[in-house]
């Protein structure tokens, strides 16, 4: 990798943990655990305890049209009532996830900037480098509503599918910012099945990615609704909506796609099939296990946050497997075997 892969690789991997981060902030129901934004209970570094919150550093307009969206009655707001939602655990399990982003924003940056050096046949990974960033500045901007919605479901959505498409483009980015980017070792004219299922496979990813995460949200409703019951209870429930039915179907059709291309890319490379169809096929693999096991023993908290987490690279996965299978420079080009 040369210097700039290396800044576009460390924005996207600081995207990827910031994803698993995310997650644990989801599950644990740490969400609101900051009441305001871009501080927390009005400071830059969030009090450990309730003895230390100002409310007077507040914006209590905001906080009031957030509890009226979320359902509550504005005139039984009172700062006790405010105080009684402190809790020092999702307070700091919110607050780290925000400092997880900072890399994001620092990286991505220092992506743009790079890419000014590129040579022109490059400039390309200029344009992505300028939308990733831009991106980024979108999602710290959704962010702020996520909060002030009160994790409205549709403004979660958007979060999450502009996270997907950030992703999409730093893995592209990554992959074309060298002169002769790696491609598989495919012969002329042997690459247009391959590329048709890898493209078929990331409209599938993507497409479970957003239902996901409105599965994510019906859970997200669910321990709320169902606080203090066992969390085996929410399955049956689960299989009472459509949407829920039709992503755990759609991973059986990732699944055989999968196999299918893996198949097929292994077949005309001799096979060497390159590590990202590998790690797809592995993620893939990994993905059917803990969705079986949410599905049939428990909805673990630890295993939806892996689910969240290896989608994320699944996806960036399925790019990266899509990049190599279109040879740019081609009688220089670096060929990937393994």
């Known amino acids: 990798m040369n210097r700039f892969q290396k800044l576009a690789a460390a924005a996207l991997v600081s995207v990827l943990i910031l994803i698993f981060v995310g997650a644990i902030v989801r599950v644990t129901g740490a969400g609101l655990g900051c009441p305001d934004w871009p501080k927390c209970w009005g400071c830059l570094i969030p009090p450990w305890k309730v003895e ?88 710290a901007w959704m962010g702020a509503r996520v909060v002030y919605s009160g994790l409205s479901p549709g403004v979660l959505t958007t ?18 910012g060298r002169q002769n980017p790696a491609s598989l070792p495919i012969r002329p004219g042997q690459s247009g099945k391959i590329r048709t299922a ?11 990615g957003i239902m996901g995460t409105q599965i994510r949200e019906m859970t997200d409703e669910m321990a709320k609704s169902h606080d203090g019951e066992p969390r085996e209870q929410w399955i049956s429930e689960l299989e009472q909506s459509g949407l829920y039915l039709a992503h755990r179907s759609f ?35 990994v993905q059917m296990v803990l969705g079986v096991v949410m599905a049939q023993i428990h909805i673990y908290a630890a295993v939806q946050v892996l689910h969240v987490g290896l989608a994320a690279v699944l996806l960036s996965g399925v790019v990266f497997w ?8 081609s009688q220089n080009a670096h060929t990937v075997g393994h």
């Open 52 to 139: 230390q919150v100002d409310i007077s550093k507040i914006d209590l307009d905001k906080f009031q049209q957030k509890y009226k969206r979320m359902g509550g009655d504005v005139s039984m707001l009172t700062e006790e009532k405010i105080l009684e939602s402190f809790n020092p655990r999702h307070v700091w399990t919110e607050f780290i996830n925000r400092l997880f982003s900072l890399p994001v924003g620092l990286f991505s940056v220092a992506t743009m900037i790079a890419a000014f050096g590129r040579p022109r046949d490059q400039r390309i990974v200029w344009w992505t480098s300028l939308l990733s960033l831009l991106l980024v500045l979108i999602n």
């Open 159 to 176: 979060h999450m599918a502009l996270a997907m498409l950030l992703i999409c483009l730093l893995s592209f980015t990554v992959w074309r």
């Open 198 to 208: 890898v493209v078929v496979l990331l409209l599938l990813v993507v497409a479970e």
């Open 251 to 285: 991973s059986w059709a990732i699944l055989v796609v999968t196999v299918l291309a893996y198949a097929w890319t292994r077949a005309v490379t001799g096979g060497r099939p390159g590590a990202a169809a590998k790690v797809v096929l592995a993620m893939v693999l």
């Open 322 to 329: 899509l990049c190599q299978t279109v040879r740019i420079g």
